[in-house]
């Protein structure tokens, strides 16, 4: 029987490191590794798959918490990695993921849609402190899945990019009152809180009132700080915000919690 979409694992998502995967018969990409190369391998090994499947890797931004295992992962697997002008630049400059032979390296510009074998990727802009943050819409089938963590707001452009997918991993980085009153200091809180910075509980109910369509099945809450943020807390505003605006939360989507050191099972859309 011919399967359709693809199949997904958010392999890790939080402040400490980042990796989702995604795999259809013709490919198996990670975006981001923003763990140890030995880390991605273990998490990879909770949905029965290995580094040696992979094909590539797609990069959002050049934090560490993205790409912390890119070039280990890239050289022992002799993987492909994709990134944009800018984001290449810094990598390189500031060697940030080592030393790639020159095949390996292939530029995915912002805006931009690729085509990976069977699978579709479109590239949108964030509003995030690094030099060209970007994240991705995964399509095949016409099926759709979007990633959506680091960035400061949601312009309605953004949203108008992201609507009606059948899957999203949104942002819910903090609660808003746990960061203010927390032990981080000012210029960090504000780097944090600010349009640059990273999506609150709030703002991230918020964008989901504004994206979700009658395709949309599941929502995954990503990027949770361990330092201002409970993952109760989370899903609990998450879940009252869209109930308040009448959606049908547990009958027409359901939302679900990510961890920083634990993939979620392999599902698909």
């Known amino acids: 029987m011919f399967e359709t979409g693809f199949k997904y694992s958010i392999l890790a998502s939080g402040s400490s490191g980042n990796c989702f995967y995604v795999e259809t018969p013709q490919k198996k ?3 981001d590794a923003g763990l140890t190369g030995k880390k991605v391998t ?3 090994a909770e949905i029965d798959r290995s580094p040696e499947d992979l094909d590539a890797i797609l990069v959002t931004h050049e934090h560490s918490d993205h790409i912390k295992g890119v070039g280990v992962l890239a050289r022992k697997y002799h993987l492909d990695v994709y990134a944009n002008q800018e984001t290449w630049k810094i990598m390189d400059d500031r060697n940030m993921i080592g030393k790639l032979d020159a095949a390996q390296k292939h530029v995915f510009e912002r805006g931009k849609m690729m085509t990976f074998g069977d699978l579709d990727i479109e590239s949108f802009g964030v509003s995030h402190d690094a030099v060209d943050p970007q994240f991705y819409r995964i399509m095949k089938d016409d099926k759709s ?8 707001y949601v312009s309605d452009r953004m949203a108008g990019l992201i609507e009606n997918a059948d ?3 949104i942002e819910s980085n903090h609660d808003i009152e746990i960061l203010r009153s927390g032990a981080y200091p000012w210029s960090l809180k504000q780097r944090i809180l600010s349009d ?3 999506l609150s509980n709030e703002d991230g109910a918020e964008t989901m009132i504004r994206t979700i369509g009658n395709r949309t099945k599941k929502i995954y809450l990503g990027h949770l700080s361990k330092e ?3 993952k109760e807390l989370a899903h609990m505003t998450m879940e009252n915000q869209l109930m308040r605006a009448d959606f049908g939360v547990g009958k027409d989507f359901t939302v679900f919690d990510t961890s920083p050191d634990t993939a979620t099972p392999l599902t698909r859309i």
């Open 228 to 230: 201002n943020n409970i």
């Open 196 to 198: 640059k910075g990273h």
């Open 42 to 44: 273990s998490l990879l």
């Open 145 to 152: 899945f979007v990633m959506l963590t680091d960035t400061g």
């Open 29 to 31: 990409i990670l975006i």
């Open 167 to 169: 899957g999203y991993l």
